[in-house]
């Protein structure tokens, strides 16, 4: 049976430089009569630096964090998976578009892992791709165009894009997307992201977490038992 990579391909391709020091000098420009480029020049101690940002960031003045842009490359995720995607605040996409890129045969697709551990399911799942494959063929032989033809194609479908964001609203989709009630492919597409950044910026770790993590405690109404609940939480403050 034919083997596939069903993995988010990511590539982190722009980022600021001094990331630290911008970031730092945000937040002390708020607290400080000196210039921000004078805060700037003179930002030399790491330490100092990361305590002023883990303050700032704990008490919710996550505005000194919007001034990291970021840009990532991302391929071999599904159409459902952007679907999810797209719906997050404060993101800017670029995607390959079904209306002018035409499939030229078998069109790339991604196999759930549910199915995909599954050999008879799999099996019959990878030979519907192909019915549906053969059949926008027909219909673009036939004449219509593209963006009628795409009408066919599954969430399943393979898609690339660039998609760029802020420092404050990675943060804020790694508390959501990386939480294990997450979808599997969005949540590993999310974890590709975090770690190509945190490998040239590995002061961002503590931040790129689920929200259990981040806030000690989980708000969903169905937990994964990984950290107490907040009516727990409150249970046990007597709230």
Not at 28 to 37: G, K, L, Q, V
């Amino acid at each position: 049976m034919e083997e596939r990579n069903n993995k988010p391909v990511v590539k982190l391709i722009s980022k600021p430089n001094n990331m630290l020091r911008t970031v730092y000098t945000a937040c002390r420009t708020c607290y400080s009569a000196d210039s921000p480029i004078n805060i700037y020049d003179k930002a030399t101690d790491e330490e100092k630096m990361l305590k002023l940002i883990n303050n700032v960031i704990a008490s919710g003045h996550h505005s000194t964090i919007e001034h990291i842009q970021l840009s990532f490359a991302i391929s071999n995720v599904s159409r459902a998976c952007t679907h999810q995607l797209v719906r997050h605040r404060l993101m800017s996409f670029s995607q390959k578009s079904q209306r002018y890129v035409q499939e030229k045969g078998q069109f790339d697709f991604l196999i759930p892992p549910t199915i995909d551990k599954n050999p008879e399911l799999k099996e019959k799942f990878i030979s519907f791709m192909g019915e549906i494959s053969n059949k926008y063929q027909e219909f673009i032989e036939a004449g219509i165009p593209a963006e009628d033809a795409r009408a066919v194609l599954p969430n399943a479908c393979a898609t690339s894009l660039v998609a760029s964001l802020n420092l404050r609203e990675l943060i804020h989709l790694a508390q959501l997307r990386l939480c294990t009630r997450a979808q599997y492919e969005i949540r590993t597409l999310v974890k590709g992201m975090c770690d190509e950044i945190t490998k040239e910026e590995p002061w961002l770790k503590p931040y790129l977490v689920p929200k259990c993590e981040f806030f000690g405690f989980c708000d969903e109404h169905k937990s994964c038992g990984r950290k107490i609940t907040k009516k727990e939480l409150f249970e046990k403050a007597g709230l």
